[in-house]
């Protein structure tokens, strides 16, 4: 407002000087007067000219900020501005564009790159004032919480980053880092929709969420853990729900992970789904194989994704639980090892949908369960046993639960 009544005050006073004295004022000198005008009425302000000036560091300590990688430059630069202000938590402040594509596709961009911040507000548009004209704008976030609310969600978030990591035995691996964090997260909180369910604090904080808070959470664990992984948000196929997932690259290749539906064994079709004392971890969502996984979500395109391919370390795969064909005995003999190794859980799965329907018809419809149950109840001293069932019919799983 300063500067628009001085840029007013300043014409004003070259307008009275002209017509006060236009017998004295040649036309080259007339021009100058105005062109002096001009560029003290489109001169941006001083911080504006300052944050364009200042380098812009293209790294973040213990952030691999992967979208961050994909915008222009200029792009890079208002990253920087909005993700200072915002960890200044300052509830106004200049960004080097105005173009509201650029600003929203930025924005998604240090969201989806920092689950850290996640007292701003989760908003698709924003709030800005703009100028006509000009080429920046004054940036308005919006915060959640309070100062003592944020230290307190700080110190939830270190605590669970400290029990993961006691978690962790010595040597592990990368993708053994990826499942335990994967099973924490899962342990450690509710699918359940609240006033923060849609950030980290809901996992750390009230431990209950939806799926941006599970893949946000996951994303923070890992990034501490310095494995890279990616929020992915996007959409049901052939739906418009929403949904939020993860990317993350265990060696040269990318993997899904998808912790929230992991804990939804509502998904199991079947008599287990029924009963909350036989709650398990889904490890489908670890590591599926990937057509599987993209039959069921699509990614947003306003910012790329890496494609994933690989399939080694799928769950089953690794597990020895994958079968290209259906053979009875071969199912059985699984059934006995996985059971002799004190499974309370026996799942298998296959590769396409003619072993699976097979599989189902004789273990499921025609009872052949049965002779695992039997097993079961002898390996155990046991007179009799209440077991359930579940498949997963998009990855083609069978769950027997004793």
């Not at 300052?50 to 300590?61: C, I, K, S, Y």
């Not at 990688?69 to 105005?98: H, N, P, W």
Request: aromatic share 16%; proline share 3%.
């Amino acid at each position: 407002m300063k500067k628009r009544f001085f840029c007013c005050l300043a014409a004003m006073i070259i307008s009275t000087f002209i017509l006060w004295q236009p017998c004295y004022i040649q036309a080259g000198t007339l021009n100058k007067i105005w062109s002096a005008a001009k560029e003290l009425w489109e001169e941006e302000p001083q911080e504006v000219r300052d944050l364009r000036n200042m380098d812009v560091a293209q790294t973040d300590e213990e952030h691999q900020e992967y979208y961050f990688k994909q915008l222009s430059k200029d792009e890079q630069r208002v990253y920087r501005e909005i993700l200072k202000g915002i960890r200044d938590r300052k509830e106004q402040f200049y960004l080097t564009l105005a173009d509201d594509d650029s600003i929203d596709r930025t924005y998604h961009a240090v969201l989806k790159d920092h689950p850290e911040v996640f007292w701003v507000h989760n908003r698709k548009k924003i709030y800005k004032t703009t100028y006509s004209d000009r080429n920046y704008c004054l940036f308005t976030p919006g915060y959640t919480y309070s100062k003592s609310e944020i230290e307190e969600i700080k110190t939830a978030m270190e605590e669970s980053y400290q029990e993961v990591e006691k978690r962790i035995p010595e040597g592990s691996s990368d993708y053994e880092k990826v499942r335990i964090v994967y099973t924490y997260v899962i342990d450690n909180t509710r699918y359940e929709t609240g006033e923060d369910d849609q950030s980290i604090a809901g996992v750390f904080w009230k431990k209950s969420a939806v799926c941006a808070g599970y893949a946000g959470a996951v994303q923070y664990l890992l990034e501490k853990l310095s494995i890279p992984c990616i929020y992915v948000d996007g959409s049901t196929r052939e739906s418009t729900e929403g949904h939020a997932w993860n990317i993350v690259k265990i060696g040269e290749s990318y993997y899904y992970v998808d912790a929230t539906n992991g804990d939804q064994p509502d998904f199991l079709n079947g008599n287990a789904s029924q009963l909350e004392e036989h709650k398990t971890i889904i490890y489908d969502y670890l590591c599926p194989f990937p057509k599987e996984y993209e039959k069921m979500y699509t990614p947003s395109t306003e910012l790329n994704v890496p494609k994933c391919t690989a399939e080694d370390l799928n769950f089953y795969v690794l597990n020895q639980g994958c079968f290209d064909i259906y053979d009875w005995q071969t199912i059985y003999d699984y059934c006995k090892m996985r059971l002799d190794n004190q499974a309370a859980v026996v799942r298998f799965k296959f590769s396409n949908q003619e072993a699976f329907d097979a599989a189902c018809q004789e273990w499921l419809d025609s009872g052949e369960v049965q002779n695992v149950a039997q097993y079961y109840m002898k390996l155990n001293g046991l007179t009799q046993v209440e077991y359930h069932y579940g498949v997963l019919d998009d990855f083609y799983t069978i769950y027997f639960i004793f």
